[in-house]
């Protein structure tokens, strides 16, 4: 306590003891000698003082617990979910939203450890992350992406803010606050398909598909191998969507999507590129470029059937045939110009009458 403070206390003291005194009766002052009275004085001073003291140290700490309440209560109530770890990964505290995200119920999350709330495919990067927070206390460590089980067996994907603290005297505890990224992440995985995948049929779109052959191209430099692009474009589509209506239309492109998919090899690439066209990737054909033509034609011959079928959506019976242009690739093949010399040989079975398969010739 300050000087300035104590003195304050003396005084106070002193003009508490002037009004008690009317109040507390002395000795006769024949019966006692100076220095009792003066020492009697000064020890009524200092219990007065210390009664002040005591009751500034109740109000203290009085405003201190309501500070800590208020803390708790933040803590508590906050709408980011926080968990503390203990050293040894045990579950020492959680706010509310912690255990409504976790699992309902405070018992079962305090007390338990954290890595039984971890999928077991994230465990071992977890535990890695973990031991290596432990050695940076008061550091905030990078923010870390996982799937957690909550509420019994739902997973859920979570972005973790971790920071170990070390108070003098006290255990290591490690500090985290959650973030539900599940709709995050699923927004994400949603864009990415509709960058890399047609939105009717789910096919592969173009940017896929040119993906797609880059690598097939480099598959067959190491290989030696052949492979073939095919450029479908149904004969007659938009007579018949006309005629029935986009909607008629859009069940035969599914439909014809879905049977193109379910013919497919392993390994194999089928996409959707425009209105009425599809091209497909076959890799891994002959050495030879006779063998990978006569492959390429018995599949183009198998298309022309599969989707010559009947299709009978809501009643409104459809039916199509299909011109095919095939170009053929080997290991000397150049990427940007597969596509285009495919379209060209489908323009040339277009000319032929359509129904028709025809092969990519430079010299026409």
């Given at each position: 306590?300050s000087?300035?403070k104590?003195?304050n206390h003396?005084a106070k003291a002193r003009?508490?003891?002037a009004?008690?005194?009317?109040?507390?009766?002395?000795p006769n002052n024949a019966q006692?000698?100076?220095?009792?009275?003066?020492?009697l004085?000064e020890?009524q001073?200092?219990?007065?003082?210390?009664?002040m003291?005591?009751?500034?140290?109740?109000k203290?700490?009085a405003?201190?617990?309501?500070t800590?309440?208020?803390?708790?209560?933040l803590?508590?109530?906050?709408?980011?979910p926080?968990?503390?770890?203990s050293d040894?990964?045990q579950?020492?505290?959680?706010?509310?939203a912690?255990?409504?995200?976790?699992a309902g119920?405070?018992a079962?999350?305090?007390?338990?450890?954290?890595?039984?709330?971890?999928d077991?495919?994230?465990?071992a990067r977890?535990?890695r992350y973990?031991r290596?927070?432990?050695?940076?206390?008061?550091?905030?460590?990078p923010?870390?992406e996982?799937?957690?089980?909550a509420n019994?067996n739902?997973?859920?994907s979570?972005?973790?803010?971790?920071?170990v603290?070390?108070r003098?005297g006290?255990?290591s505890?490690?500090?985290i606050?959650l973030?539900?990224t599940?709709e995050?992440?699923?927004a994400?995985?949603?864009?990415?398909?509709f960058?890399?995948?047609?939105?009717?049929?789910?096919?592969?779109?173009?940017?896929l598909f040119?993906d797609?052959?880059?690598q097939a191209?480099?598959?067959?430099?190491?290989?030696?191998?052949?492979?073939?692009?095919?450029f479908?474009?149904?004969?007659?589509f938009?007579?018949?969507?006309?005629?029935?209506?986009?909607?008629a239309g859009?069940?035969l492109?599914i439909?014809?999507?879905?049977r193109?998919?379910t013919?497919?090899?392993?390994?194999d690439?089928v996409?959707?590129?425009?209105?009425?066209e599809f091209?497909?990737?076959?890799?891994?054909?002959d050495?030879?470029?006779a063998?990978?033509?006569?492959f390429?034609q018995e599949?183009?011959?198998?298309?022309?059937?599969?989707?010559?079928?009947?299709?009978d959506?809501?009643?409104?019976?459809?039916?199509?045939?299909?011109?095919?242009?095939?170009?053929l690739?080997?290991p000397a093949a150049q990427?940007?110009?597969l596509?285009?010399?495919?379209?060209?040989?489908?323009?040339?079975?277009?000319?032929?009458?359509r129904?028709?398969?025809s092969f990519?010739?430079?010299?026409?």
């Amino acid at each position: 306590m300050s000087m300035l403070k104590r003195s304050n206390h003396k005084a106070k003291a002193r003009n508490a003891i002037a009004s008690r005194a009317q109040r507390v009766p002395l000795p006769n002052n024949a019966q006692l000698r100076q220095h009792d009275r003066s020492l009697l004085s000064e020890l009524q001073v200092h219990q007065i003082e210390l009664e002040m003291q005591n009751e500034m140290l109740r109000k203290v700490q009085a405003e201190l617990e309501d500070t800590r309440d208020r803390y708790a209560d933040l803590f508590d109530f906050a709408p980011v979910p926080y968990l503390t770890l203990s050293d040894d990964g045990q579950i020492s505290d959680a706010n509310l939203a912690a255990t409504a995200l976790l699992a309902g119920d405070r018992a079962a999350i305090v007390g338990h450890g954290f890595a039984g709330f971890i999928d077991p495919d994230d465990l071992a990067r977890w535990t890695r992350y973990m031991r290596a927070g432990w050695q940076v206390p008061g550091v905030h460590l990078p923010a870390f992406e996982l799937w957690l089980r909550a509420n019994g067996n739902t997973l859920l994907s979570a972005e973790l803010h971790c920071m170990v603290t070390a108070r003098s005297g006290a255990s290591s505890s490690m500090r985290i606050a959650l973030f539900d990224t599940t709709e995050r992440r699923a927004a994400a995985a949603e864009m990415e398909q509709f960058a890399y995948l047609d939105s009717l049929t789910q096919l592969p779109n173009r940017r896929l598909f040119q993906d797609r052959l880059e690598q097939a191209v480099t598959a067959s430099k190491r290989s030696g191998r052949y492979g073939a692009v095919l450029f479908l474009d149904l004969d007659g589509f938009k007579l018949l969507n006309d005629t029935h209506g986009h909607d008629a239309g859009d069940h035969l492109l599914i439909e014809i999507a879905h049977r193109l998919r379910t013919n497919l090899r392993e390994g194999d690439t089928v996409a959707r590129i425009g209105g009425d066209e599809f091209v497909m990737i076959l890799e891994r054909l002959d050495m030879s470029e006779a063998g990978a033509a006569q492959f390429a034609q018995e599949v183009g011959e198998k298309l022309k059937r599969i989707i010559a079928h009947r299709f009978d959506p809501e009643g409104i019976e459809l039916q199509c045939t299909v011109s095919i242009g095939i170009r053929l690739f080997g290991p000397a093949a150049q990427v940007d110009d597969l596509l285009k010399q495919a379209d060209q040989a489908l323009y040339q079975a277009k000319r032929a009458g359509r129904n028709q398969i025809s092969f990519f010739n430079a010299t026409e």
